[in-house]
T-cell receptor
């Protein structure tokens, strides 16, 4: 059974710092891995999606890496801003033979202080 | 990009009543939609996979008779919480897969907050 773990559970940093969020998963047979952002009381915003054949994806100040063999992904946020404060969730998708289900980690609650 | 809507965005009801939540894909067709629930400070837990024209597939531990799912068209899935109790209070989020895009990307709705008194 696939399990997804995110460390740390919460993180507080001063504005301008670069930071790394970690995600690990137990079953390396994944189709893709996705990072989401969730603001309090809101739905999910997709940030980056990495296919199983890819090593990383970049979007603006965000960079996500994937090491499938070790079951790890990192989300790197450069030059953090107060507007980056949110909960960040990673989710892995098994193959279509598994119905395309997403298994989520518990999330990392990020607070960027001005 | 693809948009998924949910209605209502929040609902308060009395214990014992039933509540229906709608999930719509606005600009694409989705034969498959997913329903999740999220308790405060916790992650999303998949409840069921909604399949257009057939029965939903429920995850282990989710009561089929408690959470009725109907996927009557290619753009609409509904989740009905029957005989709601305070412990059903949660944030319910749906997602839809745009299969025509050739990608497995799921697009998420904004969520429905349910409070059962």
């Amino acid at each position: 059974k696939q399990e997804v773990t995110q460390i740390p559970a919460a993180l507080s940093v001063p504005e301008g710092e670069n930071l790394v969020l970690n995600c690990s998963f137990t079953d390396s047979a994944i189709y893709n891995l996705q990072w989401f952002r969730q603001d309090p009381g809101k739905g999910l915003t997709s940030l980056l999606l990495i296919q199983s054949s890819q090593r990383e994806q970049t979007s603006g100040r965000l960079n996500a890496s994937l090491d499938k063999s070790s079951g790890r992904s990192t989300l790197y946020i450069a030059a953090s801003q107060p507007g980056d404060s949110a909960t960040y969730l990673c989710a892995v998708m098994g193959g279509s033979w598994q119905g395309g289900k997403l298994i989520f980690g518990q999330g990392t609650e990020l607070s960027v202080k001005p | 990009g693809a948009v998924v809507s949910q209605h209502p965005s929040w609902v308060i009801c009395k214990s014992g009543t039933s509540v229906k939540i709608e999930c719509r894909s606005l600009d694409f067709q989705a034969t498959t939609m997913f329903w999740y629930r999220q308790f405060p400070k916790q992650s999303l837990m998949l409840m069921a996979t909604s399949n257009e024209g057939s029965k939903a597939t429920y995850e282990q531990g989710v009561e089929k008779d408690k959470f009725l799912i109907n996927h009557a068209s290619l753009t609409l899935s509904t989740l009905t919480v029957t005989s709601a109790h305070p412990e059903d209070s949660s944030f319910y989020i749906c997602s839809a897969r745009d299969e025509d895009s050739g990608s497995e990307t799921q697009y998420f709705g904004p969520g429905t907050r349910l409070l059962v008194l």
